[in-house]
């Protein structure tokens, strides 16, 4: 979000024009304008840069779970859509635990589906915090990925956007991050065969992604559950999909 504000944004201070993401997907060595105001500190309000008449960001911890009373406070919400991707991104890039990303286990496969029914039902689970408040601009993590132009118009107070920067900037982070979206890109390839009736092959997704389909088919057909042993082989197209769901419900 700072990257984009600052390159693609014509009233926001631009410390460097160019940016480049690692190999996890991150892009921490885009200069702030201040340092990071972490809840729990004193806010120290130095600039780090002359700002020339613009615009400038402060970066706030995401501990804090309030709104600060900050102007123009950009609340990042962990919508319904971005659950699997933030928990990916927690789990490798703040824990540095890598998810296994294949093979058959089904246990390890089921663990995840079970960790996601959890987090339904439990409201203090940090999945469920960063809804969307009163007071600031609230923008969908999901919508970084899926619907970016929502996010240019929820961010036109910052003035003119570059849109051939911004949508670099934004190619370059979806293809740095692939592998922490794919599990909620793969259940809305599956919903809309299983709609219109059309098959195509599940390769190469990791066991995660595995579960978190296996979850959402539970959820989306409201199905007690996908016998994990039964169903151990993981699917091979959505042909197989469907005949697992309409074997169940005829049951």
């Known amino acids: 979000?700072?990257?984009?504000?600052s390159i693609c944004f014509e009233d926001v201070y631009c410390p460097q024009s160019n940016s480049q993401f690692d190999s996890n997907g991150t892009s921490h060595d885009f200069p702030k304008h201040y340092k990071t105001w972490f809840y729990d500190e004193p806010h120290d309000p130095a600039p780090l840069h002359d700002f020339e008449g613009k615009q400038s960001i402060c970066l706030i911890d995401n501990n804090n779970d309030h709104d600060l009373g900050m102007p123009n406070t950009i609340r990042m919400c962990i919508d319904q859509r971005a659950r699997s991707i933030v928990y990916q991104t927690c789990i490798e890039k703040a824990q540095g635990i890598a998810i296994q990303e294949s093979g058959e286990d089904w246990q390890v496969r089921e663990q995840y589906s079970l960790m996601y029914?959890?987090?339904?039902?439990?409201?203090?689970?940090?999945?469920?915090?960063?809804?969307p408040i009163d007071g600031v601009v609230n923008i969908n993590i999901s919508d970084l990925f899926f619907h970016p132009l929502k996010v240019l118009q929820q961010?036109?107070?910052?003035?003119?956007?570059?849109?051939g920067r911004f949508w670099t900037l934004w190619n370059d982070m979806v293809l740095g991050n692939k592998k922490y979206y794919r599990a909620e890109h793969l259940t809305t390839l599956v919903k809309n065969a299983l709609i219109a009736e059309f098959d195509f092959e599940l390769q190469d997704y990791s066991l995660h992604d595995q579960g978190y389909l296996i979850y959402w088919l539970e959820k989306c057909y409201n199905?007690?559950?996908i016998p994990p042993y039964d169903y151990r082989n993981w699917f091979k197209n959505t042909q197989e999909v469907r005949t697992c769901l309409n074997s169940i419900r005829s049951q």
């Not at 979000?1 to 504000?5: D, P, R, T």
């Not at 961010?155 to 849109?163: A, E, I, Q, S, V």
């Open 117 to 131: 029914h959890h987090v339904d039902t439990a409201s203090d689970h940090f999945l469920n915090k960063f809804q």
């Open 223 to 225: 199905i007690s559950e």
């Open 1 to 5: 979000m700072l990257q984009m504000c």
């Open 155 to 163: 961010l036109d107070f910052f003035g003119k956007c570059d849109y």
